[in-house]
């Protein structure tokens, strides 16, 4: 179990499709690689986010479960590798447009500067995540970190848009589950009834 558990075997699981990504696009002659490489390097930035914002949520729901636990324990790994693939995306973005004028152009469309706006979100949530400035920054880290949720507000409408609207299928299989739990979160802490003691 403490192999299964340790950080390092979470790193090389977490690392090694990006690993995969970054051999293809240095190694093929495809000049469409980039392109080819956007889709999934989005989905696993998005899917890390995703698994990293659950540890709460399941921790109310699965009180004792070691599970949710564990999760709440390593999520700081799985919100930085949501960033590595982030960066990954962005790069192969760039890549694939390959000039700066097109980029520019680009940058009035929603699902562009939705997504730029969400990975400059992910940079100081990344940069933070060390201990070193959870103790150093006190009790602004937790506020920082809340910027979690714009973030994934904003990734989940720029993946719709890439499609036009048109087909949002798979964003809402990643995504349904993450709004729903955190819908529970809200209702629990904030608008769920509570019985009031009666006084002596």
């Known amino acids: 179990m403490s192999i299964r558990l340790s950080p390092y075997w979470l790193w090389m699981v977490l690392t090694l499709p ?3 990504f970054t051999y293809t696009l240095a190694t093929s002659s495809d000049p469409r690689i980039a392109h080819d490489l956007l889709h999934p390097s989005g989905e696993f930035a998005a899917r890390f986010m995703i ?16 599970g949710p636990q564990w999760l709440k ?4 790994y799985f919100g930085v590798a949501a960033f590595g ?14 000039t700066v004028d097109r980029i520019l152009a680009d940058l009035p469309k929603f699902y562009i500067w939705s997504g730029w706006i969400a990975f400059a979100i992910f940079i100081p949530l990344a940069v933070t995540s060390m201990d070193f400035f959870v103790r150093k920054m006190g009790p602004a880290w937790k506020s920082l970190q809340r910027w979690t949720y714009p973030a994934a507000v904003l990734t ?5 848009a890439i499609h036009n609207w048109e087909s949002p ?10 709004f729903a739990l955190e819908a529970y979160r809200v209702w629990y802490w904030y608008l769920r009834p509570r019985t009031r003691s009666k006084p002596a």
């Open 18 to 20: 990006g690993a995969m």
């Open 51 to 66: 698994i990293a914002m659950l540890a709460s949520p399941l921790m109310l729901i699965f009180k004792g479960w070691r």
């Open 73 to 76: 324990k390593n999520r700081r």
């Open 85 to 98: 693939y982030a960066a990954l995306h962005t790069l192969v973005y760039v890549i694939d447009v390959a």
């Open 156 to 160: 989940f409408l720029h993946w719709i």
């Open 169 to 178: 299928g798979a964003a809402l299989v990643h995504f349904l589950p993450l």
